[in-house]
């Protein structure tokens, strides 16, 4: 493919709508069942196990590096009725032509190639976010995507929750005024000692390290890096390998929504500081992190702290998206979505304590099956979650590069040509991302 072509079809300019009919294929009738194999059972995969046999997915092969987490997804998929077969190679279920389509919640660094792997043996795709860990991966994502004619959703599953979908009503509608600054933020009270220091070992018998790392770098089996025991939600996503700390965990929950409401616009520049100023573990991304996206029409910064659960604007909550207009203000997370205006003489309103609205993961996986029906456009189709996962991306670049990024929309980088390299995916022979 062309760099035209790509440019044609990853980058329709900052801002536009993407097209409703992206793709082309069979049609599945309405009572058929999707077939599908996982892979990665851990926190989010046996999440993502459940959801979809609740949206009405037929799971067919669960796959993982770690033989527990395979027993613990046989197990869950026998509660609802389901026997699954197991697989520990992921290319086992690639190369099963009954399975239809694929959910992939492995590690992060592990989505990109996974992905397009997919495409190319014809599947279509529920993949976790953030989407990549290098820029570059997102556009092959996007390309392998448009090449192969596949139905890609991507895992900010917000998208199809009620509070979210509210909140882009109510800016697209104007509700809000002329909107010049936006806040995304998110913070707890962690233990100083973190998650620890603990030594090298050899891994655990019952697990593939060496497969888990994949096309990542070869290092000796530390168990923060793997991370599975050490929290509920594994502790890799702290270790620049693998991921992007909470830059691109939390991050990209709480821009997306942003981007929801703005069109997939992309910002044209970004800066960033931040470091391990209070957390004394062996983990490698920052403890304390602010960040600052310059939009064509406002500005949006992303604030990161884990010594101080204090919560923002009023609200008891960790986390949430704020967006400042002349006329309002909107405040929404996964617990509810609150308008306040600017003059006394406006109406606050509240959608709160809303079951409907609040359940995101089965509706989003009930819109994944529809589009593998109809060969529409997913609510998270896979651009919309490169772009909100690039952002992001961008922002822990700026931190480490020590410099403010200016993004080149057209060319899908970045203009300061010393990062340009940091952009590209760099695997672990023999690995290789090819669309």
């Not at 599908?36 to 993502?48: C, Q, R, T």
């Not at 604007?313 to 309002?328: C, L, N, S, W």
């Not at 509240?350 to 359940?359: C, I, L, Q, S």
């Amino acid at each position: 493919m062309s760099d035209t072509i790509l440019r044609r079809d990853l980058i329709a300019g900052a801002g536009a709508a993407l097209t409703t009919a992206l793709f082309t294929g069979n049609l599945k009738g309405a009572n058929d069942k999707t077939n599908v194999g996982f892979i990665g059972l851990g926190a989010m995969g046996s999440g993502n196990l459940e959801y979809a046999i609740k949206a009405g997915a037929q799971p067919v092969t669960v796959c993982d590096v770690y033989q527990p987490h395979l027993e613990r997804a046989v197990a869950a998929a026998a509660r609802y009725g389901v026997t699954v077969k197991t697989t520990a190679d992921f290319r086992e279920i690639l190369a099963d032509k009954s399975i239809d389509a694929v959910c992939i919640s492995t590690p992060d660094h592990w989505h990109a190639y996974m992905m397009v792997e997919a495409c190319k043996a014809g599947k279509d795709v529920y993949v976790e976010k953030p989407s990549c860990v290098y820029v570059d991966e997102g556009k092959k994502m996007v390309a392998a995507a448009r090449k192969y004619n596949r139905v890609v959703q991507g895992g900010t599953m917000q998208r199809s929750g009620g509070y979210f979908k509210q909140a882009a009503e109510l800016v697209k509608a104007g509700a809000l005024g002329d909107v010049t600054f936006c806040h995304a933020y998110q913070c707890g009270l962690v233990k100083k000692a973190g998650y620890g220091n603990p030594a090298d070992t050899a891994p655990p018998p019952d697990l593939n390290w060496d497969l888990w790392l994949g096309p990542a770098p070869e290092r000796p089996f530390n168990p923060n890096r793997w991370g599975v025991k050490a929290a509920t939600f594994p502790t890799f996503r702290y270790f620049w390998d693998y991921a992007g700390g909470a830059m691109t965990d939390w991050g990209v929950h709480l821009i997306d929504p942003i981007h929801q409401c703005f069109g997939e616009v992309m910002p044209t520049a970004v800066t960033a500081l931040g470091t391990k100023f209070y957390v004394d573990d062996n983990t490698e991304t920052p403890d304390t992190m602010m960040a600052t996206f310059y939009y064509p029409h406002f500005l949006t910064t992303y604030e990161s702290r884990t010594c101080n659960p204090m919560p923002m604007f009023d609200k008891k909550d960790g986390a949430a998206t704020v967006i400042h207009g002349t006329e309002g203000t909107v405040f929404v997370n996964r617990r509810g979505c609150w308008l306040t205006p600017t003059k006394s003489s406006g109406t606050a309103q509240a959608w709160e304590n809303n079951n409907e609205m609040r359940d995101m993961n089965v509706p989003h996986w009930k819109n994944f099956l529809e589009c593998i029906r109809t060969r529409q456009k997913p609510a998270s189709e896979i651009e919309t979650t490169v772009r909100s996962s690039t952002v992001c991306l961008m922002g822990n670049l700026a931190l480490r590069h020590k410099t403010r990024l200016d993004w080149d929309e057209e060319n899908w980088t970045v203009k300061q040509e010393e990062v340009r390299s940091a952009l590209k995916e760099k695997y672990r022979s023999p690995w290789k991302l090819e669309v």
